[in-house]
């Protein structure tokens, strides 16, 4: 196993990157280290691999014969070094390449500030450091790793302090590592040579084992080295233990979100599932799983006690049920919790015992049914089949208050986005369990839940929890969703009020401006650029039809109106311009104009038919035109229509003229003839 270990460093290294190599010097350097020493081992195969240069190992077993075969030239470089003012004196030091991982071996997870007597290898600096930091601890020194063994199992000292040389030796006794640089560690080590023309390369060494890539393949290598060393020993621990192996341990899901659900596919997943499949794939086991989700809580844990089922997860280390279940260290805490719909009694009650006057909700046969009934005896509790079920009956006021536990109302909140219910911190915490694998208490029990126990330390629990627990700002960003849609409707409402009043306005405008009959521009229209010159190109007509008065008496102001709409259809149609209805059979066109234009243009203003809806009759209609052609002066429009107005009724009079045009000899003649100067607005 450590041959494999090794081989895969050495393979791994291979992914950092040549950036500080050198071109070969075809020089083979001599090395040593301990055949235990696989940081050493890595830390040269690295070098090996970055700087181009070949590395050959001589056995040297002792440590102080490495050394004293690097003074006499014998070893080019040893590596793991600590530096002292003595080994100054032989030796020149790289600079620092890296912490020796120190570590505490237990039976437990005992931490290093609750142990009082503690072991160390003797003559090792871990004696004076521990007795100079932490002079309540008691420290005791060994030279057989055997006989601290069955000290920490006796209980005469409580763990040992040792170095990564000592990790197989206690992991494969059964023990646990837990390292503790944080709490006691020796100086940072080196690589040290004897020869002066070795010198230049120790900095170069201390550059590429200072890598950001190659310390995080350190760390990685130490990790992977103690779980294949601890899960092998655990292996071992398990066949001798005769618990058969051939058939499928069944281990039965107890549905609680996020730990065990079914997905929107129907496929069962979770915390717990996870955790059970690295479990089983760690320790080589063949599990079954067994979702029954329909099955009575209160059967499953009865079915668990009796040992028909082998194993249960989640459950809860309750006291009352160690009498008769075992339970795996925990890999969950449940925190009970208070939910409320937002806004509901802010700050009120402080403990769930207060609430005897309230409507509260629970889930049947759960833990937290349990709990609520113990705090409020006597109290009528709503009861739901689940807690998705729980929230919406908050939701929907059946109850005013839900008691459940935070992580399961977290995750069901954010996955469904229900920012109208919370949890109310106002309340004190009443209840936390921890939630584990629990097993019958059989031999067979006893044997899986230490098989567990050991392997759930090597799984990567905090990553399984992230994978299925909401965001810990969850419900900011859900209220920044909240508010972005909030915005983007104060959006859409001021764009259609925006719209709206854009349409209210031109509306309003158009029918201010327009004649209502025939859709054309009215006089209030025309009033509004009375005062404007009439414009480069531009011409001006005035129109008056002839015998309207005639047409409304005879067929009567339906048939007159049906003229009007007619002659203003004629407009649109003939005209290139803008007209205008100013008065009752009264038209008005300015539009470019010239006189070919003209030619064109009056035959078709002058006389038109028009048939007479329902009386079978076609009228021939004919109108009395002033026309006014363009003109390089810079009269108004209202001087203007004055002008086209007399050309107008000139035209009316002689009944067979039907246009008058005006250029500039028409003006000063009817100028004169109407006894007018240049009228002024």
């Known amino acids: 196993m450590f041959v494999f270990l090794v081989s895969a460093a050495f393979l791994f290294s291979g992914a950092t990157s040549n950036a500080l190599a050198d071109t070969p010097d075809n020089k083979t350097y001599y090395i040593s280290a301990h055949e235990r020493d696989f940081l050493a081992r ?3 195969s690295t070098i090996e691999k970055e700087a181009n240069i070949a590395f050959e190992y001589v056995d040297y077993p002792d440590f102080s014969e490495r050394l004293n075969a690097i003074e006499s030239g014998q070893l080019d470089f040893i590596a793991n070094i600590t530096f002292t003012k003595a080994r100054a004196q032989r030796f020149i030091f ?5 912490i020796e991982p120190t570590y505490l071996f237990t039976e437990t997870d005992t931490s290093f500030d609750d142990i009082h007597v503690v072991g160390t290898t003797m003559g090792t600096a871990f004696n004076d450091i521990v007795q100079r930091y932490y002079p309540e601890k008691r420290v005791l020194s060994f030279l057989d790793n055997e006989v601290a063994f069955e000290s920490i199992r006796s209980g005469d000292i409580d763990g040992y302090i040792g170095t990564f040389l000592q990790l197989e030796w206690f992991l494969s006794a059964g023990f646990k590592a837990t390292l503790i640089n944080d709490k006691v560690s020796i100086p940072p080590v080196s690589i040290i040579t ?3 023309e070795n010198a230049p390369l120790l900095a170069k060494f201390s550059r590429i084992i200072a890598q950001e890539s190659v310390q995080k393949q350190i760390r990685s290598y130490i ?7 601890a899960i092998k020993q655990l292996k071992n621990d398990i066949e001798s233990s005769g618990l058969n192996l051939e058939d499928p341990i069944d281990v039965y899901l107890n549905p609680r979100k996020p730990y065990v659900f079914a997905d929107k596919n129907g496929i069962v997943t979770g915390v717990a599932v996870d955790l059970v499949n690295e479990i089983c794939r760690l320790s080589s086991l063949e599990c079954r799983l067994v979702f029954q989700p329909d099955e009575p809580w209160a059967a499953s844990l009865q079915k668990l006690m009796l040992g028909e089922h082998e194993i249960m997860t989640p459950i809860a280390d309750l006291n009352h049920r160690k009498e008769r279940l075992i339970f795996s260290d925990p890999y969950a805490s449940i925190d009970g919790v208070i939910a409320k719909r937002v806004g509901y009694k802010e700050e009120v009650y402080r403990h769930i015992s207060e609430l005897f006057a309230e409507r509260v909700g629970v889930v049947e046969n759960g833990v937290f049914a349990t ?16 807690t998705e079920a729980l929230v919406r009956g908050l939701i929907g006021k059946n109850i005013d208050y839900a008691v459940t536990n ?14 109208e219910i919370t949890e109310d911190r106002y309340f004190k915490p009443f209840y936390r369990s921890q939630l584990t694998f629990g097993f019958p208490k059989t031999e067979r029990g006893a044997t899986l839940s230490k098989l567990f126990n050991r392997t759930l330390d090597f799984v990567d629990t905090e990553t399984i929890h992230h994978r299925y627990q909401p965001p810990a700002n969850w419900r900011e960003l859900n209220e920044k969703e909240l508010d972005k849609q909030r915005l983007n409707v104060i959006n859409i409402l001021l764009g259609l009020f925006i719209l709206v009043t854009i349409t209210f306005g031109y509306l309003t405008n158009h029918r201010a401006n327009h004649d209502v009959l025939t859709r054309l521009k009215n006089r209030y229209a025309l009033n509004r650029i009375r005062k404007q010159p009439l414009g480069k190109g531009n011409g001006l007509i005035f129109i008056d039809l002839n015998g309207f008065k005639q047409i409304n008496d005879t067929y009567g102001h339906a048939v007159g109106d049906q003229v009007l709409r007619c002659y203003a259809k004629l407009l649109r149609q003939t005209v290139k311009g803008t007209s205008y209805r100013i008065g009752g059979d009264e038209f008005v066109v300015i539009a470019p104009m010239n006189n070919e234009l003209l030619r064109e243009l009056l035959p078709k203003l002058e006389s038109f038919q028009f048939g007479v809806r329902g009386h079978d009759l076609t009228l021939d209609l004919n109108a009395a035109i002033g026309v006014f052609l363009p003109d390089s002066n810079d009269l108004s429009i209202r001087q203007l229509l004055i002008y086209t107005d007399f050309a107008m009724y000139e035209a009316k009079r002689n009944k067979g003229l039907g246009s008058v045009i005006v250029d500039k000899a028409k003006l000063k003649e009817l100028i004169a003839k109407n006894n007018v100067a240049n009228p002024v607005d």
């Open 42 to 44: 890595f830390i040269f």
């Open 94 to 98: 790289s600079p620092p390449i890296n």
């Open 194 to 196: 004897n020869k002066s």
């Open 223 to 229: 990790e992977s080295y103690i779980t294949e060393i």
């Open 371 to 386: 709990v609520t009934r113990r705090l409020l005896p006597n109290k009528e509790l709503v009861y739901f089949k689940d």
């Open 406 to 419: 935070r992580v399961t109302l977290n995750t069901l909140l954010y996955e469904q986005s229900l920012s």
